[in-house]
């Protein structure tokens, strides 16, 4: 029915997952709240098989509501099957202790201008787990070789960097974990499987945040990993034994965001490429960077469907000049996070990249002055108005 390497469509992510049927007429999945199931010889018949993960049991092992919004994010991903997670955080964790640490954690090579919770988890979390890792910079061959030489179990990237937007040649870092015998592990959340599916390029699994565009409207935590059954059957494991599910309540809200994903993204996109080749020529702004204006343009239009809903910003000036054009903004909100329908701006030197010096984020290309965008759904004009008054003003 559909090209595994195009991304999802709107008529994916109305229809795509579980039809309505006699068993289940809704139109609308149902929401699902208990936590446990009365138990009947079937049940009974299945744990004394050893398969008591294929009964209804209890909640933390899935149940009907989290189990729709599963087939409907598998098949928007292209993916065998899908797991979702209280938050993305857990969703990491669970696609790392899934594919990375059987037999005890490895060694996972990171993309190093990676979000900044993921930097804190591989630093904190995944040593005290036994496992270790490492930083380098993906379009430095000659790094990436030898890390993933060093018995590395995954690469993990961003298929577009935060905040930096670099775009990921993922068809040829999927060549070189190959030769190397590791996995090559997506964070697709600022792509969506509206503009690229990962695992059509080569990634072995994909995982997302869902709290930004996946749920889209900034009102829900979530995670979600997708890829082939084997690799998601461990990962089902995993979730089972640390806990880290998705609540019904929220799988609903997050099943009913996802039906808007293509229709959302689009009107981000051509938001965020309009909002970026207007302000390129503000006086104030020293740079621009887009996914398609910079030096990954020829990259992005072969690997992605459009540009994507962010854009950074380069003021001139230091983190407190970037600080006051926030504070003169009247239309876009000034907070962290992204991927919702309102515009969301803050600086990567004060909230995602706090944790390091002003040097380390030079060398990441983050620049004092550096406004991080999330271009929301708003009319592209009053946005680029906004900004143009606060910049005027600051
Ligand atoms: C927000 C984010 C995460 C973490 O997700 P939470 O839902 O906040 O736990 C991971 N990766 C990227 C790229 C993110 O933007």
Redesign the pocket.
Known sequence: MHDPESPCTSTHCVHAGARPDAARPGVVPALELSTTYVLDDAAYALVRAGRGGDARIYARYGNPTIEALEARLAALEGAAAARVFA??????HGLLGAACAEGGAGHVVAART??G??RDFLTSVWPAMGGRATFVDVEDAAALEAALADDARALLC?SIA?PTLEVADLPALAARCRAHGALLLV?A??ATPALQRPLAHGADAVMH????YLGGHSDL???VVAGPAPLLARVDLWRRRTGGVLDPQVAHLLDRGLKTLALRMRAHCDGALRFAEALRAHPRVAHVRHPLLGAHAERARRLLHAGGGMVLLEVDGDEDAALRVLGALELALPAA??GGVETLVCTPATTSHAGLTTDARAALGIAPGAIRVSVGIEEPDDLVADFRRALDRA
């Open positions: 938050s993305g955080m857990a969703a990491l990676i979000y919770g993921t961003e935060n964070d959340t600022f945040s869902a709290s930004k935590l979530g995670g996070s992204l």
